[in-house]
């Protein structure tokens, strides 16, 4: 990993509602983003996607457990603790980012299983999920 990499890196494990600020010393102003409720364009549009993330989860923290670099981009694993609704959630994800040439992030996008990590914890729906989830399972 590279030095940009690795600077990357401590951010997202030290990501905070203190830290965001500093968000634009790390993404490029036309970033993109991408998660599984998200495609937003520019610093100030990332910033909202995790400003919103902190009202809404409390006790946030991000973890990389496994990073890998080629070239321009990066791909990290993580795992994600927070709060969400009085009850802990965890879950693994991964991101692929690719840098610009100053070593700023130009692209961050994550991969998770949404409808397992969020969509199963919801009342009536997450039930039905599950139970799909387990039909379709391999047995």
Request: charge should be negative.
């Amino acid at each position: 990993m590279t030095q940009a990499h690795e600077r990357y890196r401590q951010f997202l494990e030290t990501l905070s509602p203190q830290t965001l600020g500093q968000l634009g010393d790390h993404v490029t102003g036309d970033v993109r983003f991408r998660d599984p409720f998200n495609d937003v364009r520019g610093v100030e549009a990332m910033t909202a996607v995790f400003d919103h993330m902190f009202n809404a989860v409390r006790d946030v923290s991000f973890h990389v457990n496994h990073a890998v670099a080629q070239g321009d981009t990066c791909m990290m694993s993580w795992t994600f603790k927070g709060v969400l609704g009085n009850r802990p959630w965890t879950f693994d994800g991964a991101s692929v980012i690719r840098f610009s040439e100053d070593g700023r992030v130009a692209e961050h996008i994550d991969h998770w299983d949404a409808a397992r990590d969020f969509y199963e914890r919801l009342p009536v729906i997450g039930h039905l999920l599950a139970w799909i989830r387990r039909r379709l399972a391999v047995r």
